[in-house]
């Protein structure tokens, strides 16, 4: 069964105790922010992470494409949290010229999820490239930094 979120209702709790309550009388849940941060956050994965890893393994990334599923998920858990609270307070600002509490959080958040990113990127990622269901050593990327050599 193919993932469709990183997290779920009860890690935004973890890091945000009260969140499930701002959404009102009307609230129901914050699943379309949960799918909505997944995305956003493969987008990112694919254009920052996944085309130079593939490379490195000697994979096309167009016609071997991303697959969420062969991801530790875990390693980006943290990062769909932060991604996910900010869209819930954007979703929550007011529409005034004051800033509003929801939009100190969204920011809060975002600057919280760029350092997460940053981390994730720098530390490496886990994916299963041999499709074995298991994550050795040689399949968590970490990021070599490439420097210009001048001649």
Known sequence: ?????????????????DILSLGGQNFVDWSAKH????????????????????????FDYRTTPFDPD?????DVTTLSAYKTLELIYI??????PKESGFERQATLFRNLYNEELRNVL??????????????????????????????
């Open 1 to 17: 069964m193919a993932i469709s979120v990183y997290t779920t209702d009860e890690d935004l709790v973890a890091i945000r105790p």
């Open 70 to 74: 062969k991801l530790q998920a875990a």
């Open 122 to 151: 720098a530390i490496g990622v886990s994916y299963d490239w041999d499709d074995s269901d298991t994550f050795t050593d040689a399949e968590v990327y970490d990021r070599v930094p490439r420097r210009l050599t001048r001649v």
């Open 91 to 96: 979703y929550l600002m007011t529409n005034t």
């Open 35 to 58: 799918e909505e941060a997944f995305k956003l956050i493969n987008r990112v994965l694919i254009g920052r992470w996944y085309k130079e890893a593939a490379a490195d393994r000697g």
